[in-house]
């Protein structure tokens, strides 16, 4: 099955970018660990996804090769304490989805108090649509 991956890895074009995948990693979450350079996973023809830190680890997956895998995220040295609340129960907050190329935002409603980096639920402005986002900065979310 492996020697499928590196057949397919060859005809497509090469493997992915390790390196841009840390970026994109530490965009994300600065303290995850470094992509172990060993892998060779074969290019992703979209952007990989990268999720938001979670259960200790960044997951990374290509839904159209079907690969995925976790980037451990290293525990924080600072002192327990509360984090700063950037978003307040029903504030607007400008809703921003990216990708490469392509950037939609529009204006929904906070339902809970968040801090940078945690997951906060929105509601739409025109239906009764909520979500989970992830607090990007005062005021900004991002799914």
Request: neutral net charge; charged residues 20%; glycine residues 8%.
């Amino acid at each position: 099955m492996h020697h499928i991956l590196f057949i397919v890895a060859a005809v497509s074009g090469g493997f992915e970018d390790l390196q841009a995948l840390d970026s994109r990693i530490s965009a994300i979450a600065p303290q995850a660990e470094q992509v172990d350079k060993r892998l060779k996973l074969a290019q992703c023809p979209d952007a990989p996804i990268v999720a938001p830190p979670a259960g200790g680890a960044v997951i990374v997956r290509c839904p159209a090769l079907g690969w995925r895998f976790r980037v451990p995220v290293k525990a924080s040295l600072e002192p327990a304490g509360s984090p700063e609340i950037v978003i307040r129960k029903g504030e607007m907050v400008e809703c921003v989805s990216d990708g490469p190329g392509f950037a939609v935002s529009t204006t929904m409603i906070a339902l809970e108090d968040a801090a940078a980096g945690q997951p906060v639920r929105v509601k739409s402005l025109t239906s009764s649509t909520t979500m989970t986002a992830y607090v990007k900065s005062r005021g900004v979310v991002s799914f």
